[in-house]
DNA sequence: CGTGCCAGGTGCCAT
DNA sequence: ATGGCACTTGGCACG
């Protein structure tokens, strides 16, 4: 495509809040939280409605570059390519983009109101352990779920039966260090609230690190082995489907 | 276009390692590490070289759905529609999009093979303490940096004109109550390695939340206010400029 | 708006 | 492979 028609195509579609994909050729240099520069290689340009900015590169997961939402997003005309300016002024920060070629382009207005529909979060998995507190143990009382401390939210709050206070952070993946420490953040913050010296912590997860445990013990407190709710339930419902074939 | 051309094209594109960008109106469910559903609306639907799938809204800046490199990607053809399944075994996932319209497709051999170059990482913060120890205090000599215990690495290890270790632990933004846990693990750990009693922590970033100066301070340590290098360069650089016009 | 923290976090590098 | 952690992390919820 001609890259001055591009330039011109973008530019009213960016004013009509189309949403723009295309292939080019370009070159990229970054400043804001850091500063970054890529030479010249095809990518993958994504501008959305909203001004956000997004560039992939044709392989990995994540973007090489991307402008948040609410960006201005402007276009000059340089010799024979296009220098795209994204600049935000919210987090201060530039993209440039030098386009050099465009091989495909499409912009369009796109309607979507959904929102999506999520299941197996952290907070399932603390409402799970409120509702079947012997998950943690048989003299397991919960109190209240996502606590508000100074230091940060309780997963769980609850006391055993001789009312002692007991603290439960909750990971739905391998509990590593840095849960250790919050959970000791949280104990160290109700013995100082309640004014007393015995508070048990319970670290709740499906796993948990060789260093984490022994960190963990270490504190006097206690790892519970407890899976995360719906996790991979469809593959395991799958699973036995694909395995007949 | 065509719903059954799109799904032969999408095939024989992913089959060549092409990249397939387009706009369709989809809905989309999800199983693996969670489980979710997202009602029909319209999206842009990316396919790379790797099979990676990426699934964006017409807003925001993140993809509302994914799948990682090396997934199996396959397309079925369903009445007046198009089923995309992924599958990943190596997390065992799933993603099916139900395609019901393709407004725009393109495919496309990508060549790329730049790397980015990236400056103002926290390791180029580390760099630039150990280069200028006095950023730290006068009293500041480092030995060593990216310092590894079993209990994660020390960014910059030293010590003071009277032999006594020094842990400085840096952040490239605000330092938080997470820091400090980090920073206090790292200089129990020297304690206990190195036997003695006398241990400095220094927590160096722009800033830090009250609370985490508080709990700071509460052990101890002290902060160092170090700004992270070439932050913001260009933007300085260039504001100048814009106020000229 | 700042503070704290989860995330389908992802990616990088170390052992 | 696992562990520890930074990330232009992003996004949410609460004070």
Redesign the pocket.
């Known amino acids: 495509m001609d890259i001055g028609e591009f330039s011109a195509m973008a530019e009213s579609a960016v004013a009509a809040r189309e949403v723009i994909i295309a292939f080019v050729h370009c070159q990229i240099t ?1 400043s ?3 500063e ?1 520069f890529l030479g010249r290689g095809d990518r993958v340009l994504l501008i959305k409605a909203d001004s956000t900015v997004i ?1 992939h590169q044709p392989e ?10 609410g960006s201005a997003v402007t276009f000059e005309k340089v010799d024979q390519h296009v220098m795209m300016h994204v600049m935000n002024s919210g ?1 201060k ?1 530039f ?1 440039d983009v030098e386009i050099f070629r465009v091989y495909d382009v499409a912009s369009r207005k796109l309607e979507d109101g959904q929102k999506q529909d ?1 299941a ?6 603390s409402d799970h352990i409120r509702d079947n507190p012997t998950l943690i143990g048989n003299d397991f009382h919960p109190i209240s779920r ?1 606590e ?1 401390t ?4 309780i ?1 769980v709050f609850g006391h055993d039966k001789q009312g002692h206070f007991v603290v439960v ?6 509990a ?4 250790v420490d ?1 959970l000791r ?2 104990v160290e913050r109700v013995k100082q609230i309640k004014g007393t010296q015995v508070v048990t912590g319970v670290l709740a997860a499906p ?6 445990r022994d960190m963990l013990e270490s504190y006097g407190f206690r790892y519970a082995h407890v899976q995360p709710p719906m996790r991979l339930e469809r593959w395991h419902r799958d699973q036995k489907k694909i395995f007949e074939y």
């Open positions: 970054y804001g939280r850091a970054a560039i990995g997961s994540n973007p090489i570059n991307y402008m948040r939402p987090d920060s993209l999520l197996g979060s952290e907070r399932d998995m996502e508000q100074d230091v940060g939210f997963d952070e909750c990971k739905r993946i391998t590593s260090l840095m849960a919050q953040r949280y796993s948990i690190t060789p260093n984490a």
